[in-house]
């Protein structure tokens, strides 16, 4: 069966510093995968997503980026953490195909900038 | 860009009504998902309706979709007040015959079921 993992779960980090969340699946190949943004009760905003190592697609503009360095490992990062980048981060996976079907979702990271 | 809106924000029951919540979305798609968030938790996939579908069960959940009005409505009967949680709907925009490659979000309704 797949799982996903992220963390880590919580974190605290002083503006400017900087971000590394790590995102990994298991138990299959080839994902597409995904990094999103949930403000307090909100929806999600789609920031990055990938379909294979080293492609990455930018959904909004931002001080953040995100890498793959391996097939199932989706990194975000930030050389400095702005308030505005508060919120609970969410690493999604789904099957590659022409057809988008379910996507799994990790148990998030919760960021609070201060 | 945000596409499927749900409706209402927020929605509290006693336990054992039905709960319906409602989204509606603006371009043609290939299907809509239904998701489930605990609260501080990641989402859970419900239910997936395809385009050419116009209804579909899974247990206690109820799924429509009318894509000439391009809406879709979720029916959660006999709620329980383990139901309590925010639920989404996603879609996936057809491009040109084939898919964006990613999911549209809505913000999501927040139900309450009072035991």
């Known amino acids: 069966s797949q799982t996903i993992h992220q963390w880590p779960a919580t974190l605290v980090q002083p503006v400017g510093s900087p971000l590394s969340l790590e995102c990994t699946v298991e138990?299959?190949?080839?994902?597409?995968l995904y990094w999103y943004r949930q403000a307090a009760g909100r929806g999600l905003q789609l920031l990055f997503y990938?379909?294979?190592?080293?492609?990455i697609s930018s959904e909004v503009p931002q001080n953040l980026s995100a890498s793959r360095p391996q097939d199932r490992q989706f990194i975000l990062s930030s050389k400095k953490l702005l308030l505005s980048d508060s919120g609970f981060y969410l690493c999604?996976?789904?099957?590659?195909?022409?057809?988008?079907?379910?996507?799994?979702f990790g148990p998030g990271t919760r960021l609070t900038v201060l | 860009s945000q596409q499927g809106e749900e409706d209402p924000q927020a929605l509290s029951i006693q336990e054992g009504e039905n709960a319906t919540m409602n989204c509606s979305y603006k371009?043609?798609?290939?299907?809509l998902q239904w998701y489930r968030q605990n609260s501080g938790r990641g989402l859970v996939h419900l239910i997936l309706?395809?385009?050419?579908?116009r209804e579909k069960h899974s247990g206690r959940l109820r799924v429509t979709l009318d894509t000439s009005k391009k809406s879709s409505s979720l029916l959660i009967t006999a709620s329980r007040a383990a139901d309590t949680a925010s639920y989404f709907c996603?879609?996936?925009?057809?491009?040109?015959?084939?898919?964006?490659?990613?999911?549209?979000f809505g913000k999501g309704t927040k139900l309450s079921v009072k035991p």
């Open positions: 999604a996976w789904s099957r590659r195909g022409g057809r988008l079907d379910t996507q799994y």
């Open positions: 138990g299959t190949s080839n994902p597409n």
């Open positions: 990938s379909v294979g190592i080293g492609q």
């Open positions: 371009t043609s798609i290939n299907n």
């Open positions: 309706i395809r385009s050419n579908e």
């Open positions: 996603a879609t996936d925009e057809d491009a040109y015959g084939g898919s964006q490659g990613n999911l549209i």
